[in-house]
Antibody, heavy 123, light 110 residues
Framework: QLQLQESGPGLVKPSETLSLTCGVS??????????WGWIRQPPGKGLEWIGN???????YYNPSLNSRVTLSIDTSKNQFSLKLSSVTAADTAVYYC???????????????WGQGTLVTVSS | QSALTQPPSASGSPGQSVTISCTGT?????????VSWYQQHPGKAPKLMIY???RRPSGVPDRFSGSKSGNTASLTVSGLQADDEADYYC??????????FGTGTKVTVL
């Protein structure tokens, strides 16, 4: 059973770069049927899609975050990573990693999800 | 891209049904049959309940069903149970490899 687990600092200073890694276990990241994505949720608020990365390194970002987001992937280590630059208090959120399905006839759902990790932006 | 619009809250008594709407545009919900629904209990990660508008993953009770008409998708929970009390979010593909989530609906079991 595929499992995802986020890891990284829980506190980041304003203007610095937030860095998180998602470890994947129980399956291969090399499948052509899936993307790997990041979603965040500010405290008490809704979900926001951040971006996705394909096994070959192809990336897609939320236009509202595009200039600050970088995703990378290392299939040999079964992990993918998120970097968000120039963070402010508005970037405080629970960050989730998830797998995005890209099957032949039915596509685009996030499952499974990691448990999430809270990142607070504060000095 | 704007968040899909959901009612902030919905409620029903045990055994009753509740339907949650998710309204977007022809560029997202109305343009693709790629709507999914997620259940989120407090402090927990979202859980997939419906994908491809109407499809249920294995393990999800058939009390959960999805539908779509035009730019609005819906999730219906029949035979409400106490454990159904949670936040529910819809999501849709929005073209050009973009994705958008709904504003979320808190379901209360009275």
């Amino acid at each position: 059973q595929l499992q995802l687990q986020e890891s990284g600092p829980g506190l980041v200073k304003p203007s610095e770069t937030l860095s998180l890694t998602c470890g994947v276990s129980g399956g291969s990241m090399r499948s052509t049927s899936y993307y790997w994505g990041w979603i965040r949720q500010p405290p008490g608020k809704g979900l926001e899609w951040i971006g996705n990365i394909y096994y070959n390194g192809g990336t897609y970002y939320n236009p509202s975050l595009n200039s600050r987001v970088t995703l990378s992937i290392d299939t040999s280590k079964n992990q993918f990573s998120l970097k968000l630059s120039s963070v402010t208090a508005a970037d405080t959120a629970v960050y989730y990693c998830a797998r995005l399905a890209y099957l032949l006839t039915v596509r685009y759902w996030f499952d499974p999800w990691g448990q999430g990790t809270l990142v607070t932006v504060s000095s | 891209q704007s968040a899909l619009t959901q009612p902030p809250s919905a409620s029903g008594s045990p055994g009753q049904s509740v339907t949650i709407s998710c309204t977007g545009t022809s560029s997202d919900v109305g343009g693709y049959d790629y709507v999914s629904w997620y259940q989120q209990h407090p402090g927990k990660a979202p859980k997939l309940m419906i994908y491809g508008v109407i499809r249920r993953p294995s393990g999800v009770p058939d009390r959960f069903s999805g539908s779509k008409s035009g730019n609005t998708a819906s999730l219906t929970v029949s035979g409400l149970q106490a454990d159904d009390e949670a936040d529910y979010y819809c999501s849709s593909y929005a073209g050009s490899n973009n994705y958008v989530f709904g504003t979320g609906t808190k379901v209360t079991v009275l």
